[in-house]
């Protein structure tokens, strides 16, 4: 499996951006995905989950309101919608899939993370 992100670039504060994840899988749509982020200096934080049918979705208290999660089984893609972006927000994004379903919001329990976009908000 890999996965290729793509979306990122630099945005003021109060800016969107929309993030694209494509899977090179034959078995997307069995996968439950996530997003996360990488500071410099900061450990991986979760910022969205969604489940393989898209029927389940998680977000953090930090984003929750701000990001929406969807995917497209059709097209192996999984999106992250962002709006009133904020300085906080700049970061390294990764997706990744599910080494099982249900996996919510711990990044050990993912694999196959791709090469990340960068997301830049300045104030």
């Known amino acids: 499996v890999q996965l290729q992100a793509s979306g990122g670039g630099s945005v003021q504060a109060g800016g969107s951006l929309r993030l694209s994840c494509t899977a090179s899988?034959?078995?997307?749509?069995?996968?439950?995905m996530g997003w996360f982020r990488q500071a410099p200096g900061k450990d991986r934080e979760f910022v969205a989950y969604i489940s393989w049918s898209g029927r389940t979705i998680d977000y953090p208290a930090s984003v929750k309101g701000r990001v929406t999660i969807s995917r497209a089984n059709a097209r192996n893609t999984v999106d992250l919608q962002m709006n009133s972006l904020k300085p906080e927000d700049t970061a390294v994004y990764y997706c990744?899939?599910?080494?099982?379903?249900?996996?919510?919001?711990?990044?050990?329990?993912?694999?196959?993370w791709g090469q990340g976009t960068l997301v830049t908000v300045s104030s």
């Open positions: 990744a899939t599910g080494r099982r379903i249900g996996v919510r919001r711990d990044p050990s329990e993912y694999d196959n």
């Open positions: 899988v034959f078995t997307f749509s069995t996968y439950d």
